[in-house]
Protein backbone atom coordinates (compact mmCIF):
# COMPACT_ATOMS: atom_id res chain seq x y z
CA UNK A 1 0.00 0.00 0.00
CA UNK A 2 1.49 3.48 -0.84
CA UNK A 3 1.05 6.14 1.58
CA UNK A 4 -0.90 8.83 0.47
CA UNK A 5 1.28 11.63 2.43
CA UNK A 6 4.59 9.97 0.81
CA UNK A 7 7.55 12.27 0.03
CA UNK A 8 6.76 14.30 -2.83
CA UNK A 9 8.67 15.29 -6.05
CA UNK A 10 10.86 17.79 -6.34
CA UNK A 11 8.67 19.54 -8.97
CA UNK A 12 5.42 18.64 -7.09
CA UNK A 13 7.17 20.69 -3.83
CA UNK A 14 6.14 23.47 -5.56
CA UNK A 15 2.98 23.32 -6.07
CA UNK A 16 -0.17 23.73 -3.29
CA UNK A 17 -1.07 20.54 -1.69
CA UNK A 18 -4.87 21.28 -1.24
CA UNK A 19 -7.73 20.95 -3.39
CA UNK A 20 -8.32 24.63 -2.79
CA UNK A 21 -4.91 26.07 -3.87
CA UNK A 22 -4.88 23.35 -6.94
CA UNK A 23 -8.32 24.19 -7.98
CA UNK A 24 -7.35 27.71 -7.45
CA UNK A 25 -4.15 27.80 -9.73
CA UNK A 26 -5.66 26.08 -12.37
CA UNK A 27 -7.88 29.14 -12.49
CA UNK A 28 -5.38 31.79 -11.84
CA UNK A 29 -2.98 30.47 -13.95
CA UNK A 30 -4.58 31.37 -17.25
CA UNK A 31 -6.49 34.53 -16.63
CA UNK A 32 -2.52 35.98 -15.08
CA UNK A 33 -1.38 34.89 -18.39
CA UNK A 34 -4.04 36.38 -20.79
CA UNK A 35 -3.93 39.64 -19.07
CA UNK A 36 0.25 39.34 -19.52
CA UNK A 37 -0.23 38.42 -23.03
CA UNK A 38 -3.38 41.11 -23.91
CA UNK A 39 -1.37 43.72 -22.06
CA UNK A 40 2.21 43.04 -24.19
CA UNK A 41 0.74 42.49 -27.39
CA UNK A 42 -2.46 43.86 -27.80
CA UNK A 43 -1.98 47.54 -26.22
CA UNK A 44 1.16 47.67 -26.93
CA UNK A 45 0.77 47.68 -30.54
CA UNK A 46 -2.39 49.55 -30.39
CA UNK A 47 -0.49 52.64 -28.39
CA UNK A 48 1.73 52.12 -30.63
CA UNK A 49 -0.10 53.07 -33.35
CA UNK A 50 -2.09 55.81 -31.65
CA UNK A 51 1.58 57.71 -30.54
CA UNK A 52 2.83 56.78 -34.26
CA UNK A 53 -0.57 58.87 -35.84
CA UNK A 54 -0.13 61.85 -33.16
CA UNK A 55 3.70 62.68 -33.85
CA UNK A 56 3.50 62.41 -37.80
CA UNK A 57 1.07 65.16 -36.95
CA UNK A 58 2.94 67.35 -35.01
CA UNK A 59 6.03 66.58 -38.03
CA UNK A 60 3.70 67.69 -40.38
CA UNK A 61 3.00 70.82 -38.46
CA UNK A 62 7.07 71.25 -37.97
CA UNK A 63 7.33 70.53 -42.07
CA UNK A 64 5.19 73.41 -42.67
CA UNK A 65 6.20 76.13 -40.05
CA UNK A 66 9.83 75.12 -41.72
CA UNK A 67 8.45 76.07 -45.19
CA UNK A 68 6.97 79.14 -43.78
CA UNK A 69 10.05 80.56 -42.39
CA UNK A 70 12.09 79.72 -45.93
CA UNK A 71 9.54 81.31 -47.93
CA UNK A 72 9.54 84.93 -45.87
CA UNK A 73 11.30 87.40 -48.36
CA UNK A 74 12.03 89.54 -45.14
CA UNK A 75 14.03 87.85 -42.17
CA UNK A 76 12.60 90.40 -40.17
CA UNK A 77 9.37 89.22 -40.30
CA UNK A 78 10.10 85.70 -39.22
CA UNK A 79 9.73 86.93 -35.27
CA UNK A 80 6.60 87.98 -35.66
CA UNK A 81 5.14 85.11 -38.05
CA UNK A 82 6.36 82.74 -35.63
CA UNK A 83 5.00 84.47 -32.74
CA UNK A 84 1.76 83.99 -34.19
CA UNK A 85 1.56 80.76 -34.94
CA UNK A 86 3.39 79.79 -31.54
CA UNK A 87 -0.12 81.07 -30.39
CA UNK A 88 -2.14 79.25 -32.05
CA UNK A 89 -0.48 75.87 -31.75
CA UNK A 90 0.49 76.08 -28.00
CA UNK A 91 3.98 75.18 -27.97
CA UNK A 92 7.61 77.69 -28.46
CA UNK A 93 8.60 78.46 -31.67
CA UNK A 94 11.62 80.70 -32.58
CA UNK A 95 14.38 81.27 -35.08
CA UNK A 96 18.20 82.00 -34.79
CA UNK A 97 19.32 83.67 -37.98
CA UNK A 98 22.62 82.66 -39.18
CA UNK A 99 23.30 79.70 -36.85
CA UNK A 100 23.91 76.21 -37.14
CA UNK A 101 23.19 73.36 -35.60
CA UNK A 102 24.96 70.29 -34.93
CA UNK A 103 22.98 67.37 -36.20
CA UNK A 104 23.14 64.79 -33.60
CA UNK A 105 20.13 62.95 -32.43
CA UNK A 106 19.80 60.40 -29.02
CA UNK A 107 16.57 58.36 -28.93
CA UNK A 108 16.39 56.63 -25.44
CA UNK A 109 14.26 53.77 -25.66
CA UNK A 110 12.17 54.78 -22.73
CA UNK A 111 11.11 58.01 -24.50
CA UNK A 112 8.56 56.27 -26.78
CA UNK A 113 6.88 59.88 -28.51
CA UNK A 114 10.35 61.46 -28.96
CA UNK A 115 11.44 58.32 -31.08
CA UNK A 116 8.26 58.44 -32.82
CA UNK A 117 8.33 61.44 -33.51
CA UNK A 118 12.59 61.46 -34.56
CA UNK A 119 11.22 58.74 -37.30
CA UNK A 120 8.64 60.36 -38.50
CA UNK A 121 10.77 63.78 -38.97
CA UNK A 122 13.49 62.30 -40.47
CA UNK A 123 11.30 61.23 -43.55
CA UNK A 124 8.71 63.76 -43.81
CA UNK A 125 11.76 66.65 -43.21
CA UNK A 126 14.77 66.70 -45.82
CA UNK A 127 16.19 69.43 -43.80
CA UNK A 128 19.23 68.56 -41.43
CA UNK A 129 17.50 68.15 -37.95
CA UNK A 130 18.56 67.99 -34.23
CA UNK A 131 16.79 66.64 -31.29
CA UNK A 132 17.10 66.68 -27.50
CA UNK A 133 14.99 64.78 -25.24
CA UNK A 134 16.58 66.21 -21.81
CA UNK A 135 16.59 70.12 -22.25
CA UNK A 136 12.81 70.63 -21.19
CA UNK A 137 11.13 69.01 -19.46
CA UNK A 138 7.98 66.97 -20.69
CA UNK A 139 8.75 68.40 -24.00
CA UNK A 140 11.12 67.55 -27.25
CA UNK A 141 12.94 70.37 -28.65
CA UNK A 142 13.44 70.02 -32.15
CA UNK A 143 15.95 71.77 -34.07
CA UNK A 144 15.69 72.22 -38.01
CA UNK A 145 18.58 73.98 -40.22
CA UNK A 146 16.87 76.19 -42.71
CA UNK A 147 19.09 77.96 -45.30
CA UNK A 148 19.18 81.38 -43.60
CA UNK A 149 19.16 80.07 -39.51
CA UNK A 150 17.77 77.56 -37.54
CA UNK A 151 13.92 76.69 -36.64
CA UNK A 152 13.36 75.82 -33.14
CA UNK A 153 10.14 74.20 -31.78
CA UNK A 154 9.26 72.24 -28.65
CA UNK A 155 6.31 70.37 -28.79
CA UNK A 156 5.05 68.83 -25.68
CA UNK A 157 4.72 65.06 -25.06
CA UNK A 158 1.13 64.74 -25.04
CA UNK A 159 0.37 66.28 -28.52
CA UNK A 160 2.41 62.30 -29.13
CA UNK A 161 0.81 59.85 -27.26
CA UNK A 162 -2.52 58.80 -25.65
CA UNK A 163 -3.48 60.55 -22.12
CA UNK A 164 -3.01 57.96 -18.78
CA UNK A 165 -2.56 54.78 -20.93
CA UNK A 166 -2.15 52.87 -17.36
CA UNK A 167 -5.58 53.50 -17.01
CA UNK A 168 -6.56 50.45 -18.82
CA UNK A 169 -4.47 48.22 -16.55
CA UNK A 170 -5.63 49.77 -13.15
CA UNK A 171 -9.12 48.89 -14.67
CA UNK A 172 -7.90 45.26 -15.71
CA UNK A 173 -6.45 44.37 -12.37
CA UNK A 174 -9.05 45.43 -10.32
CA UNK A 175 -11.31 43.51 -12.04
CA UNK A 176 -9.72 40.50 -12.20
CA UNK A 177 -8.77 40.89 -8.27
CA UNK A 178 -12.39 41.40 -7.97
CA UNK A 179 -13.51 38.09 -10.17
CA UNK A 180 -10.85 35.76 -8.21
CA UNK A 181 -12.06 36.90 -4.93
CA UNK A 182 -15.36 35.78 -5.46
CA UNK A 183 -14.60 32.84 -7.31
CA UNK A 184 -12.36 31.59 -4.45
CA UNK A 185 -15.43 32.01 -2.66
CA UNK A 186 -17.33 29.69 -4.35
CA UNK A 187 -14.12 27.29 -4.65
CA UNK A 188 -14.08 27.42 -0.72
CA UNK A 189 -17.90 26.11 -0.78
CA UNK A 190 -17.04 23.52 -3.06
CA UNK A 191 -14.13 22.23 -1.55
CA UNK A 192 -15.79 22.05 2.41
CA UNK A 193 -17.68 18.52 1.52
CA UNK A 194 -14.47 16.92 0.32
CA UNK A 195 -12.59 17.88 3.36
CA UNK A 196 -15.60 16.52 5.63
CA UNK A 197 -15.60 13.27 3.53
CA UNK A 198 -11.88 12.92 3.81
CA UNK A 199 -11.98 13.73 7.70
CA UNK A 200 -15.01 11.09 8.22
CA UNK A 201 -13.02 8.27 6.06
CA UNK A 202 -9.80 9.20 8.41
CA UNK A 203 -11.57 8.73 11.39
CA UNK A 204 -13.69 5.39 10.90
CA UNK A 205 -10.37 4.01 8.81
CA UNK A 206 -8.41 4.86 12.62
CA UNK A 207 -11.49 3.38 14.35
CA UNK A 208 -12.46 7.00 16.01
CA UNK A 209 -16.03 8.04 16.56
CA UNK A 210 -16.49 10.01 12.72
CA UNK A 211 -18.35 12.72 12.99
CA UNK A 212 -21.82 12.70 10.84
CA UNK A 213 -22.25 14.93 8.10
CA UNK A 214 -24.60 15.42 5.21
CA UNK A 215 -23.32 14.80 2.08
CA UNK A 216 -23.23 18.02 0.13
CA UNK A 217 -21.62 20.28 -2.64
CA UNK A 218 -20.94 18.98 -6.09
CA UNK A 219 -23.00 15.68 -7.26
CA UNK A 220 -19.76 13.61 -8.25
CA UNK A 221 -18.87 14.71 -4.21
CA UNK A 222 -22.11 14.09 -2.78
CA UNK A 223 -21.76 10.52 -4.25
CA UNK A 224 -19.00 9.84 -3.06
CA UNK A 225 -20.02 10.86 0.20
CA UNK A 226 -23.13 8.69 0.39
CA UNK A 227 -21.56 5.97 -0.80
CA UNK A 228 -19.24 6.33 1.78
CA UNK A 229 -21.75 6.61 4.12
CA UNK A 230 -23.60 3.23 3.13
CA UNK A 231 -20.74 1.47 3.25
CA UNK A 232 -20.00 2.86 6.95
CA UNK A 233 -23.49 1.38 8.13
CA UNK A 234 -22.95 -1.70 6.71
CA UNK A 235 -19.38 -2.37 8.22
CA UNK A 236 -20.88 -1.93 11.10
CA UNK A 237 -23.60 -3.80 11.04
CA UNK A 238 -21.97 -6.53 10.11
CA UNK A 239 -19.25 -6.06 13.02
CA UNK A 240 -22.43 -6.20 15.47
CA UNK A 241 -23.57 -9.24 14.19
CA UNK A 242 -20.33 -11.19 13.85
CA UNK A 243 -20.29 -10.21 17.70
CA UNK A 244 -23.70 -10.96 18.46
CA UNK A 245 -23.13 -14.53 17.00
CA UNK A 246 -19.89 -15.05 18.69
CA UNK A 247 -21.38 -14.11 21.82
CA UNK A 248 -24.31 -16.23 21.60
CA UNK A 249 -22.61 -19.04 21.00
CA UNK A 250 -19.80 -18.15 23.80
CA UNK A 251 -23.07 -17.76 26.20
CA UNK A 252 -24.66 -21.14 24.98
CA UNK A 253 -21.46 -22.93 25.28
CA UNK A 254 -21.20 -21.59 29.12
CA UNK A 255 -24.47 -22.91 30.32
CA UNK A 256 -23.67 -26.78 29.98
CA UNK A 257 -19.90 -26.38 30.72
CA UNK A 258 -20.97 -24.95 34.68
CA UNK A 259 -23.53 -27.78 34.33
CA UNK A 260 -20.48 -29.91 34.06
CA UNK A 261 -18.10 -28.92 36.30
CA UNK A 262 -21.66 -28.86 39.23
CA UNK A 263 -21.68 -32.61 38.15
CA UNK A 264 -17.82 -32.90 38.47
CA UNK A 265 -17.58 -31.70 41.95
CA UNK A 266 -19.84 -34.14 42.72
CA UNK A 267 -17.93 -36.86 41.69
CA UNK A 268 -14.88 -35.80 44.03
CA UNK A 269 -12.20 -38.82 44.35
CA UNK A 270 -12.78 -40.33 41.44
CA UNK A 271 -9.70 -39.59 38.94
CA UNK A 272 -11.32 -39.49 35.66
CA UNK A 273 -13.19 -36.58 37.27
CA UNK A 274 -10.19 -34.60 37.88
CA UNK A 275 -8.94 -35.31 34.01
CA UNK A 276 -12.49 -34.11 32.73
CA UNK A 277 -12.13 -31.07 35.09
CA UNK A 278 -9.04 -29.92 33.61
CA UNK A 279 -10.83 -30.23 30.65
CA UNK A 280 -13.78 -28.46 31.41
CA UNK A 281 -11.44 -25.58 32.27
CA UNK A 282 -9.46 -25.36 28.68
CA UNK A 283 -13.04 -25.24 27.28
CA UNK A 284 -13.95 -22.02 29.87
CA UNK A 285 -11.02 -20.25 29.22
CA UNK A 286 -11.97 -20.44 25.07
CA UNK A 287 -15.07 -19.66 25.85
CA UNK A 288 -13.64 -16.56 27.60
CA UNK A 289 -11.41 -16.21 24.67
CA UNK A 290 -13.91 -16.12 22.36
CA UNK A 291 -16.17 -13.71 24.48
CA UNK A 292 -13.26 -11.29 24.44
CA UNK A 293 -13.16 -11.40 20.74
CA UNK A 294 -16.50 -11.36 19.84
CA UNK A 295 -16.98 -8.27 22.52
CA UNK A 296 -13.95 -6.95 20.50
CA UNK A 297 -12.87 -2.97 21.37
CA UNK A 298 -16.58 -1.57 20.88
CA UNK A 299 -17.37 -0.26 24.16
CA UNK A 300 -13.91 1.40 24.57
CA UNK A 301 -13.64 4.80 24.40
CA UNK A 302 -10.65 6.57 21.88
CA UNK A 303 -8.52 8.78 24.89
CA UNK A 304 -4.63 10.23 24.41
CA UNK A 305 -3.11 7.83 25.66
CA UNK A 306 0.91 7.25 26.14
CA UNK A 307 1.91 4.13 23.66
CA UNK A 308 5.64 3.96 25.55
CA UNK A 309 3.46 3.74 28.61
CA UNK A 310 1.01 0.95 28.04
CA UNK A 311 4.06 -0.92 26.27
CA UNK A 312 6.16 -0.17 29.31
CA UNK A 313 3.41 -2.16 32.24
CA UNK A 314 3.00 -4.69 29.30
CA UNK A 315 6.58 -5.42 29.43
CA UNK A 316 6.85 -5.51 33.16
CA UNK A 317 3.88 -7.74 33.15
CA UNK A 318 6.08 -10.12 31.14
CA UNK A 319 8.83 -9.54 33.86
CA UNK A 320 6.76 -10.66 36.92
CA UNK A 321 6.03 -14.25 35.13
CA UNK A 322 9.82 -14.20 35.17
CA UNK A 323 10.42 -13.63 31.40
CA UNK A 324 13.06 -12.53 29.91
CA UNK A 325 12.27 -9.00 27.92
CA UNK A 326 15.04 -7.00 26.31
CA UNK A 327 13.67 -3.69 26.07
CA UNK A 328 14.91 -0.36 24.41
CA UNK A 329 11.70 2.02 25.05
CA UNK A 330 12.83 5.62 24.62
CA UNK A 331 13.39 7.32 27.87
CA UNK A 332 9.87 8.86 29.45
CA UNK A 333 11.83 11.64 31.55
CA UNK A 334 13.79 12.96 28.32
CA UNK A 335 12.30 16.26 27.63
CA UNK A 336 13.47 16.11 24.06
CA UNK A 337 12.30 12.12 23.60
CA UNK A 338 9.87 11.44 21.08
CA UNK A 339 5.97 12.07 21.70
CA UNK A 340 4.28 8.88 21.75
CA UNK A 341 1.01 10.27 22.77
CA UNK A 342 -1.63 9.00 20.69
CA UNK A 343 -5.55 8.57 20.10
CA UNK A 344 -6.36 4.91 21.66
CA UNK A 345 -8.71 2.57 22.84
CA UNK A 346 -6.01 1.54 26.53
CA UNK A 347 -7.45 -1.72 27.21
CA UNK A 348 -7.85 -3.05 23.62
CA UNK A 349 -3.82 -2.18 23.02
CA UNK A 350 -2.69 -3.39 26.13
CA UNK A 351 -3.89 -7.05 24.89
CA UNK A 352 -3.21 -6.48 21.29
CA UNK A 353 0.65 -5.92 23.09
CA UNK A 354 0.08 -8.52 25.14
CA UNK A 355 -1.04 -11.31 23.01
CA UNK A 356 2.19 -10.57 20.95
CA UNK A 357 4.62 -10.71 23.37
CA UNK A 358 3.44 -13.80 25.32
CA UNK A 359 3.24 -15.41 21.40
CA UNK A 360 7.05 -14.58 21.59
CA UNK A 361 7.69 -16.03 25.11
CA UNK A 362 5.53 -18.92 24.69
CA UNK A 363 7.04 -20.35 21.28
CA UNK A 364 10.12 -18.48 21.31
CA UNK A 365 13.67 -20.00 22.48
CA UNK A 366 13.76 -17.95 26.14
CA UNK A 367 14.57 -14.56 25.09
CA UNK A 368 12.26 -12.02 23.65
CA UNK A 369 13.90 -8.54 22.61
CA UNK A 370 10.94 -5.10 22.31
CA UNK A 371 11.78 -1.87 20.96
CA UNK A 372 9.47 1.42 19.91
CA UNK A 373 10.51 3.99 17.38
CA UNK A 374 8.60 6.80 17.20
CA UNK A 375 8.66 8.59 13.49
CA UNK A 376 6.90 11.62 12.36
CA UNK A 377 4.07 9.73 10.57
CA UNK A 378 3.73 6.95 12.68
CA UNK A 379 4.95 4.92 16.21
CA UNK A 380 6.21 1.29 15.08
CA UNK A 381 6.75 -1.47 18.01
CA UNK A 382 8.65 -4.51 17.21
CA UNK A 383 8.41 -7.64 19.13
CA UNK A 384 11.09 -10.63 18.03
CA UNK A 385 12.25 -13.68 19.56
CA UNK A 386 14.83 -16.51 18.92
CA UNK A 387 12.67 -19.59 18.53
CA UNK A 388 11.92 -21.44 15.43
CA UNK A 389 10.52 -18.56 13.79
CA UNK A 390 7.18 -19.19 11.16
CA UNK A 391 8.37 -20.31 7.96
CA UNK A 392 6.70 -17.33 4.93
CA UNK A 393 3.77 -20.14 3.53
CA UNK A 394 2.28 -20.54 7.23
CA UNK A 395 2.19 -16.20 7.72
CA UNK A 396 -0.81 -15.48 6.62
CA UNK A 397 -2.66 -18.55 8.23
CA UNK A 398 -1.61 -17.91 11.59
CA UNK A 399 -3.44 -14.35 12.02
CA UNK A 400 -6.79 -15.96 10.88
CA UNK A 401 -8.62 -16.64 14.27
CA UNK A 402 -8.94 -20.35 15.30
CA UNK A 403 -5.41 -21.22 13.61
CA UNK A 404 -2.77 -22.95 15.73
CA UNK A 405 0.60 -24.29 14.92
CA UNK A 406 1.39 -27.52 15.19
CA UNK A 407 3.82 -27.15 18.22
CA UNK A 408 0.91 -25.16 20.00
CA UNK A 409 -1.46 -27.99 19.10
CA UNK A 410 1.09 -30.50 20.99
CA UNK A 411 1.83 -28.37 24.50
CA UNK A 412 -0.45 -29.26 26.53
CA UNK A 413 0.56 -26.15 29.07
CA UNK A 414 -0.59 -24.06 26.27
CA UNK A 415 -4.27 -23.60 26.43
CA UNK A 416 -4.55 -21.30 23.26
CA UNK A 417 -7.40 -20.75 20.92
CA UNK A 418 -5.82 -19.55 18.18
CA UNK A 419 -7.31 -16.15 18.30
CA UNK A 420 -3.88 -13.95 20.06
CA UNK A 421 -2.54 -12.72 16.55
CA UNK A 422 -6.48 -11.97 15.52
CA UNK A 423 -7.35 -10.15 18.32
CA UNK A 424 -4.27 -8.25 17.90
CA UNK A 425 -4.64 -7.88 13.98
CA UNK A 426 -7.94 -6.74 14.79
CA UNK A 427 -6.93 -4.18 17.10
CA UNK A 428 -4.48 -2.74 15.31
CA UNK A 429 -7.01 -2.33 12.16
CA UNK A 430 -9.48 -0.81 14.32
CA UNK A 431 -6.41 1.79 15.16
CA UNK A 432 -6.03 2.64 11.17
CA UNK A 433 -2.75 0.97 11.74
CA UNK A 434 -1.05 -2.95 10.63
CA UNK A 435 1.05 -5.66 12.04
CA UNK A 436 3.35 -7.16 9.66
CA UNK A 437 5.28 -10.84 10.29
CA UNK A 438 8.97 -11.30 8.85
CA UNK A 439 12.17 -13.06 10.05
CA UNK A 440 13.71 -11.54 13.34
CA UNK A 441 17.85 -11.43 12.83
CA UNK A 442 17.71 -13.54 16.57
CA UNK A 443 16.57 -16.42 14.30
CA UNK A 444 12.62 -16.27 15.67
CA UNK A 445 9.45 -14.62 14.30
CA UNK A 446 9.53 -10.48 14.10
CA UNK A 447 6.30 -9.00 14.24
CA UNK A 448 6.20 -5.33 13.53
CA UNK A 449 3.26 -3.22 14.60
CA UNK A 450 2.44 0.26 13.08
CA UNK A 451 0.15 2.90 14.68
CA UNK A 452 -0.89 5.92 12.92
CA UNK A 453 -0.37 9.59 14.47
N1 LIG B 1 6.66 -16.11 18.04
C1 LIG B 1 6.20 -17.21 17.42
N2 LIG B 1 7.07 -18.14 16.94
C2 LIG B 1 6.60 -19.21 16.30
N3 LIG B 1 5.30 -19.49 16.10
C3 LIG B 1 4.40 -18.63 16.57
C4 LIG B 1 4.79 -17.45 17.25
N4 LIG B 1 3.69 -16.78 17.60
C5 LIG B 1 2.64 -17.49 17.17
N5 LIG B 1 3.05 -18.63 16.56
C6 LIG B 1 2.17 -19.64 15.94
O1 LIG B 1 0.99 -19.00 15.53
C7 LIG B 1 -0.17 -19.65 16.06
C8 LIG B 1 -1.27 -18.69 16.29
O2 LIG B 1 -0.95 -17.83 17.38
P1 LIG B 1 -2.10 -17.17 18.21
O3 LIG B 1 -1.49 -16.24 19.20
O4 LIG B 1 -3.08 -16.59 17.24
O5 LIG B 1 -2.80 -18.35 18.94
P2 LIG B 1 -2.28 -19.19 20.17
O6 LIG B 1 -1.08 -18.55 20.75
O7 LIG B 1 -2.14 -20.58 19.72
O8 LIG B 1 -3.51 -19.06 21.15
P3 LIG B 1 -3.91 -17.83 22.09
O9 LIG B 1 -2.99 -16.72 21.74
O10 LIG B 1 -5.31 -17.57 21.75
O11 LIG B 1 -3.73 -18.29 23.47
C9 LIG B 1 0.35 -20.30 17.30
O12 LIG B 1 -0.42 -21.42 17.62
C10 LIG B 1 1.78 -20.69 16.93
O13 LIG B 1 1.79 -21.95 16.26
MG1 LIG C 1 -1.05 -16.56 21.32
Redesign the pocket.
Known sequence: MTDPRATPKRWQRFLPKGLFGRAFLILIAPVVILQIVITLVFIQRHLDGVTRQMSETVAMELRSFAAVVERQPDIADVEHVLAELSDSIGYPLSFAEDDYIDPQIRRPFYRIAARALIETLQSLIKHPISVDTERVPKAIDVKIQLSKGVLTAQPPERRMMSANPHFLLVWMAAVSVFLLVIASLFLRNQVRPIKQLAVAAEAFGKGQPAPSFKPAGAEEVRRAASAFLTMRSRIERQIAQRTLMLSGVSHDLRTPLTRMRLALAMMDDDPDAALLSRDVDEMER?VD?FLAFARGQEAEEVTPTDLRAVLDDVIEGGRRLGHEIISALPDPLSPEGPDTTLSLRRDAVHRCLR??I???V???GGKVWVTLDAEPRRVTIT?E?D????PEA?RE?????????????NQDS???????????MDVMRAHGGDMVLSDSAHG??Q?RVHFPR
Open positions: MGNLENAKYGIDGPGVLDIVKPFFRGDAARGGGSGLGFSIAGLV
